[in-house]
Nanobody
Framework: QVHVVESGGGVVRAGGSLRLSCTVS????????MGWFRQAPGKEREFVAA????????SYADSVKGRFTISRDNAKVTLYLQMNSLKTEDSAVYFC???????????????????WGQGTQVTVSS
């Protein structure tokens, strides 16, 4: 059974930074693409960022491009999301997910991901 765990959420003032982390157990971490999604109250879960198996390819939602950076350390079995210049509209539960697809691919659709964490809350105050 695949187990995905996020950490690093919290409360931060607008303009501040946070770094989220995610680990995977029960399945190879380094072999598969990974992604970050978020869901605000009353809204659908939306794509934030994605990365291929070795970090050579990434993709970002337009709303976070230039402010967020996705990265991975396969030796540490950890996925990261560095979030800078945070805005109040970035407040949401952030989910880490693993896609069991082509390792070279970068997936932006949530339907490509089959293993999800429970999420970590990020709250940006004004």
């Amino acid at each position: 059974q695949v187990h995905v765990v996020e950490s690093g959420g919290g409360v931060v003032r607008a303009g501040g930074s946070l770094r989220l982390s995610c680990t995977v157990s029960g399945r190879s971490f380094s072999s598969y693409p990974m992604g970050w999604f978020r869901q605000a109250p009353g809204k659908e879960r939306e794509f934030v960022a994605a990365i291929n198996w070795n970090g050579g390819s990434t993709s970002y939602a337009d709303s976070v491009k230039g402010r967020f950076t996705i990265s991975r350390d396969n030796a540490k079995v950890t996925l990261y999301l560095q979030m800078n210049s945070l805005k109040t509209e970035d407040s949401a539960v952030y989910f880490c997910a693993q896609a069991k697809g082509l390792r070279e691919a970068v997936y932006t659709s949530r339907y490509e991901y089959d293993a999800w964490g429970q999420g970590t809350q990020v709250t940006v105050s004004s």
